[in-house]
């Protein structure tokens, strides 16, 4: 396949490609290149390097213009772009630079308040770039998996500036029904609230205050996501800063973040609750499609589990890049080479087609899985833990990933034999997939099944070995 994915979205561009299709660096050494650009004396930085000076130069950075995509003049026009669109055009120029070897042509996942006038700069910004762009689909549609579960489905997105709600309609196709675009909720302002919070902190406990030079309310920024991601394991951190020529630390708790997360998180059960009483008032059944900006945020499920009967998947990064390169044979069959359609709806397989769920009910013995199939190599399973990530084990007690091992951890997850059932135990960071279900801490698993680590990841199969000799007749 020829063509590249990408998934536009201000809080990072990401494109997939190759084959089989993967996520490209577009960005350094990233798979994602933040909406953000600055105006220097002899260019215009953009992506992370224009992220990591943000709050260095406040009144110069420019950081709107994927979400206010027109031809208005800057209020602050400067020497390499008059408006946003030439502001976008720049940062995506950048990226063009890093990915124009994999393809020539692109089909674009894009948020949800999108317009035609925002699809028709996009591709003006393509033409000057001398690329071409097949078509374009909304992100949510993109994004969700084939064998999406049933139910009222709902995706949710948070970009930089505002947050989206899509209801998703499945019929022999998926469609979507209705977007809801919340503007004043987007990642920039829980990031404000958070970086508040931990400079309160250092201001109580130690007088210290990194809010006071902008070279440490910048490095308050830069670690944040590291913050964040240690939430995902640990209910404390312990965070600590050098101020001329003392060091500071206080604690952070996960509590304090949903403490200061909880305006912006109630707004978005108020949206999200608001779209579940209209599209299905007695609760038969919710699906939440959360993006993974949004799923890797501390409090994201404990706020939205108190939605009824609400259940609650996280997408893979990059699952609309990915997702929307379904739709190439689709526009690979269209008669018109000039137009770029639209696409609001994706086919789905067929009934038959779609692999039946795992009942979970304990197997008989010789049913059970027996080992774990990787790169050809069976692993047999036992009551010791075999241990399945990034980690060289010594001893045959693991199976050590290769290739695709963004998002995976060291020791990502583990299988054993518990009693008379095969269970897996998460371990990561990012979260380990079971048939393309996320597991919450543990899971039974079957013959059969496929276990993927890291996005777009490896995947395993949960294989049985027979003995011979109880077969024999």
């Not at 070897?101 to 006038?117: D, K, L, N, S």
């Not at 998002?407 to 997850?413: E, F, I, L, N």
Request: with cysteine; charged share 20%; proline share 6%.
């Amino acid at each position: 396949m020829s063509v590249l994915g990408v998934e536009l979205s201000d809080a990072g561009i990401l494109v997939a490609g190759g084959d089989p299709p993967g996520l490209l660096k577009v960005d350094g050494d990233s798979v994602e290149s933040p909406g953000f650009a600055l105006p220097e004396k002899k260019r215009l930085a953009v992506g992370a390097v224009a992220e990591r000076k943000a709050h260095l130069y406040p009144r110069q950075i420019l950081n709107q213009f994927w979400d206010q995509l027109n031809t208005e003049p800057l209020e602050q026009p400067n020497p390499f772009a008059q408006n946003h669109a030439e502001v976008a055009y720049e940062h995506f120029a950048s990226i063009w630079k890093r990915i124009q070897q994999h393809a020539a042509e692109m089909i674009i996942a894009v948020p949800g308040f999108y317009t035609r006038a925002h699809l028709g700069l996009i591709l003006g910004i393509a033409n000057e770039l001398g690329t071409r762009v097949k078509g374009f689909a909304p992100l949510a549609i993109a994004a969700v998996p084939d064998q999406e579960p049933q139910g009222l489905c709902l995706h949710l997105d948070l970009h930089l500036h505002r947050f989206e709600i899509s209801h998703l309609q499945r019929t022999d196709q998926l469609s979507r029904e209705e977007t809801i675009s919340a503007q004043g909720i987007g990642l920039s302002t829980l990031y404000r609230r958070w970086v508040d919070a931990i400079a309160e902190e250092f201001v109580r406990h130690t007088r210290f205050d990194p809010l006071h030079q902008a070279a440490s309310e910048q490095e308050l920024y830069d670690r944040l996501p590291g913050v964040l991601a240690q939430f995902n394991q640990h209910s404390s951190v312990h965070f600590e800063m050098t101020g001329g020529s003392k060091v500071y630390r206080v604690t952070l708790t996960r509590e304090l973040f949903g403490d200061m997360a909880r305006p912006v998180m109630q707004e978005i059960r108020r949206l999200v609750s608001r779209l579940c009483d209209r599209y299905d008032p007695g609760a038969s059944g919710r699906v939440l499609l959360l993006t993974e900006r949004l799923a890797r945020l501390p409090g994201v499920n404990t706020m939205l589990s108190a939605i009824e009967n609400c259940r609650i998947i996280a997408l893979p990064a990059g699952s609309g890049a990915l997702g929307v390169l379904r739709f190439y044979e689709t526009l690979r069959q269209q008669k018109d080479e000039r137009s770029a359609p639209f696409l609001t709806t994706r086919p789905l397989p067929v009934e038959q087609d779609r692999p039946v769920e795992a009942s979970h009910q304990t197997l008989p013995a010789q049913q059970r899985p027996t080992h774990i199939l990787y790169r050809d190599l069976a692993y047999p399973i036992g009551e010791k833990p075999l241990i399945i990530g990034l980690a060289s084990l010594k001893d045959a007690s693991g199976i050590q990933i290769r290739g695709q091992v963004a998002g995976v951890s060291r020791k990502h997850c583990s299988v054993r034999l518990d009693g008379n059932k095969i269970v897996l135990d998460d371990h990561s960071t990012y979260g380990t997939f079971v048939n393309e279900e996320p597991v919450s801490g543990r899971a039974v698993l079957e013959l059969g099944q496929v276990i993927r680590v890291g996005t777009p990841g490896e995947t395993l199969k949960l294989i049985a070995c027979l003995d011979r000799s109880t077969h024999e007749t």
